[in-house]
């Protein structure tokens, strides 16, 4: 009887054993923590399989799916490096800095190259010193760091530099050019002031219940609204005295009213991508990074766009009396982490992406990358379903390049406060005095500590 | 006689209306919900909202599969569920029969760990858990979730509810017809609490099918990755297709709700008995 | 069985030379006394004495209630070193860590009480610890009476009772992202939205209608209808069950009172429903305090940033702790809302025993 009863409890014992060792089929690859009893035909799963002798260099990214550029620029890499493997690992638009961060975290990470977002997450990293600094490959090497034109000097920290930038994208208006010619308006130019631009908006505004055509559109992004300030070149959003946005959110705050743009607490709510408002054909005006262009080309491509597929880009509006082409700058860049476990040929890759070669992928595909030269402004612009018009082709120059967020100790605080204050304005949770008054006292209460 | 049949019928009649709006509050989302897994995503706004689909678009069950490696995020999220629901039940109710009937030195210590745990908030121990896992090299392994989810002290402290309701009586008994801990806990308390085994079996089912935040730390690869992870990560790279976020949210229903169904009957059952012991 | 050895009747005898006269003292004095605690606590004394006399007679290695013991720690340990390791460690190292200064990353520093004081003047501390509270106190009664009132009903003879039955269930176990993006379309925050919509048909002015999780005084009431519409099912069931053991004998003495149903109610079904009130309580307030996800499903938008308006604690707990990395921080915040839940949970228990 007892012997019965013991029986049924170690067989369900080692069922729940042998189910346990199954579950952790499919560790990583190179290194042996993760268990060398597994079985082998486990790993099957994995997308990336190592050839004997090689190594493979685990590289963090976001949206894999949306990203034209991230597999010609793995394919082009192993071809060169046939001993190196790039495993790209999804970790997810949404949350990914904190993802990466809890990823780097201690001694135990296995990323080799890891890509980072903006700004606030690239200080957060170095505060927290999980990077390295890549000051001695790049002198070893001799990378020339003025072909950069300056934003390496913006990002370094401390006198080092921990991440290389390989793409730098600016804000650009696009428009649907269907909609301007259902509506017999004449196309946007690339010289056009906030004024010009407002009536414009409002010019090709339908508010027909059911028929709605939205003159502009802004994502919820803080930067699509708030920033507009900064291009004047007078003020810099890290000052910690906001009163400059205010014309700014007006204008905005006014055409939401009117129906020009889409409801801001709607697109919030609704999770809306900008992607997806601008595909629907429906809206004339969208300011967006650059990064949209390479989305655009695909999808239309591909069939899935029908409604925009005929769309042109032009400069951002300026304000009175100022160059036209003054813009909003992001660059996305990679490092390598600290406990990378294969730094040298990580840096391989580093130099890869963002040097030369990988310009030229990334322009082929549509992106922008920090290295810019002529030539590659020409392939960007003569690329297969990038707008013909010669609009489109000069708004890729740009006068004054200012960063959505300058590199500050301090910016993933002020970030935090800035995108409430923008929030509660364009929820009409406060009034524009309110929101810049709470911005002036909590980010003079950051930079006061 | 008479008087009082026409006011009971008056109250039924009542009873059915408020219980039919019940019902409606309840089901609009989902009735909203499967209705727009069939329309076209600009579709899916207007507004008076079209019940059913003149055209329904039964595309959107066939695109989401291709969209997105919905068939692994299923099968890895359904392979997780059993693992863990099956090594909970085990070990709780193992563990609860000593709380509940078996008399041993640091019984209420032991205890309060348990119960200490259930009111702090996974976020805290979030970071030093991850990183223990690491070190063991569980990092973007199935085995991490399953030893994240399948040891709570949720399932002891409710297994040891139930158990504590059925008569020590019947244990006493047992002993002195010569049965041994494992087999009164086999013979006698496994059959009787099939009850809040079925409980226990839904919560456990319910809560690891819809995980998310454990998942998004610990699982990277994509071929890992679970079906919530799957539906956020459509969600952020497709916004704006609703109808097929919406398809794939219905089909994410399904598995949970065959469960219930089957299990629903002992289910009430089962909660009567840990529930009321409080 | 435990192993026997070699008896060496020397030995057994000295021992029992000491444990006989303790044995007798022992009941003696177990006798001699009144206050029943103690009397039952000799008693045991008596009992374990007794085993230790028979386990020097035979000679075995193990007492009965060694073995006794070994028994229960063999059913608990399965799971309580699962436990132990993964989640028992963690929770400790954590408390701990609410004293100290740690980014996860670089060397630990000793912070005193320093993470504790930080949170008093911490705008988002104060707003997440308002409107956690305001969430409990508004979603604990509200579902509690909505739980209460649907098992009442359900608990009828009426047709079609496991449909409703599983129905109210539904919301329960639906995945949370796919409802909340459900719940966030239905109360859009447009004028056309479906709910507005109804508003607005019902004669509220358009100017004045609530933009629900995007409005700074509207989005708590969002969260909160969300929530008691979510969890209500969940413990409902648990009220149903409640229901199931009450006596039908009493409702028949009631019966032949003449009582009406809501007396019948009044006096019967509510008072006889206490113990199940007092676990839902628990649990209720419990899962109130550590609410998260559906806030930052709701409200999070596309940044996935809670407002001060909408800011709760673990919400506080996870940015702090994941976004700027201060770990320790994180743990005091947690540690404040444990002891919340702490103190709540105590005096729960002291009213069911002053009124059981």
Redesign the interface.
Known sequence: ??KK??V??AT?AA??VS??A???????ET?A???GEEPAGTTA???VEAAEGQTVLKW?IW????TAYYQPLVEEFEKQNPDLKIEM???????YQT?LG??L??S??DFDIVTIKDVPGYTTLVNKGVLEPLDEYIAADSVDLDAYKGLTDQITVDGKLYELPFRSDFWVVYYNKDVFDAAQVAYPTNDMTFEDYDALARQLTVDTP?QEVYGAHYHTWRSAVQLFGILDGKNTILDGTYDFLKPYYELVLAEQEDGVCQDYATLKTS???Y???F??GNVAMMNMGTWFISTMIEKIKSGEYTDCANWGIVKYPHADGVEPGSTLATITALSIPANAPHKDAAWKFVKFVCGEEGAEILANTGNIPALMTDDIAGMISAMDGFPTDEGSTEALQTANLYLEMPVSNKSSEIEIVLNEAHDNIMTGNSTIDEGIADMNEKVGAVLAQ | MKIKNTKTRTL?VI??V??IA??L??????V??LSASFKL??D????P?EWIPKNPRWQNYVDIWSK?PLM?FVLNTA??TL?VT??QL???S??A???AK????G?DL?FL??I??????W?????????????M???????AI???Q????F??FMMKQFYEGIPTELCEAARIDG?????I???IMLPLSKPSLSTLT?FTF?NT??D??GP??YL?????KTL??G???F????????GL??AA??L??IP??IV??SL?KY???????S???? | MGKTKTIDPAVVQKKLSILEPQLAQLQKQAEAETDPKKKLKLGRQVDRTRDKIRQAKTGERFSRQTK??L???S??A???I??????????I??FV?AFLKWD?NNAMEFAGLSNFAQMVGNKRFLAAFRNTVIYCVATVPFTLAAALA?AV??N?K?KGR??????????????????A???N??F?PAK?G?VN?ILYNLGMAAKSLPKWSADKNWVMFTVVLFSV?KNM?YYM??Y???L??INGELYEACDLDGANTWQRFWYITLPQLR??T???T?ILT?NC??V??IVYMLAGGNTGVLNESAIVL?YH??EE??RNWN?GY??AV?MV??LM??AI?LVQFRGEKKYA
């Open positions: 009887m007892k009863c013991l049924s409890i369900a069922m729940a189910l346990t199954c579950g952790g089929g499919g560790g990583s290194t923590a993760a268990g799963a994995e997308s963090s949206d894999k799916d949306l690992v999804d970790l997810g638009s949404s949350d993802v809890t990823q975290t201690g135990g990470s059911g999770n809306l991508h992607s997806g408002a595909s629907q | 039924r009873l059915y408020v219980l019940l019902a509050v309840m089901l609009v989302p989902f909203w919900m995503d600009k899916v706004f207007i507004f909202i997105i692994t392979k997780l693992i099956f090594l085990l070990t709780s193992f563990a029969y000593a709380f078996l008399d041993f030195k019984k032991l760990a348990y200490a745990t259930i009111a702090v908030p976020q805290v121990y979030m970071v030093p858990q991850f990183m223990m896992m690491r070190s090299g569980l990092a973007d392994t199935h085995l399953i030893f994240l399948a040891f709570s002290a399932g002891v049965m041994t801990e494992y087999q806990w086999y013979r839904i319910v099918w819809n998310f935040l998004l730390i990277t690869t994509e071929s890992k919530q992870l539906l956020r990560m969600i952020s790279q497709f916004g704006s297709e609703y976020i919406m949210s219905v994410s229903l949970v709700l219930f169904l629903q289910f009430v059952e089962g909660v009567a008995a529930g009321v012991k409080g | 006794r013991d028994v229960a720690y059913f608990i399965p799971n309580f699962g436990f132990a390791i993964f989640t028992l460690g963690p929770v190292f954590a860590l996860g649907l009903l359900l009828q009426i496991n449909f409703f039955r599983t129905v109210s269930f539904f919301p329960y176990v639906a995945s949370l992202v796919a409802v993006a459900v719940w379309m239905l859009s056309s479906p919509m519409w099912g069931v648990i149903l069950a409640g199931q053991g113990p199940t007092f676990f839902v628990i419990i305090f550590k998260y996800d673990v707990i996870y702790a994941f770990l994180a743990s947690a809302l444990f839940v702490l949970t």
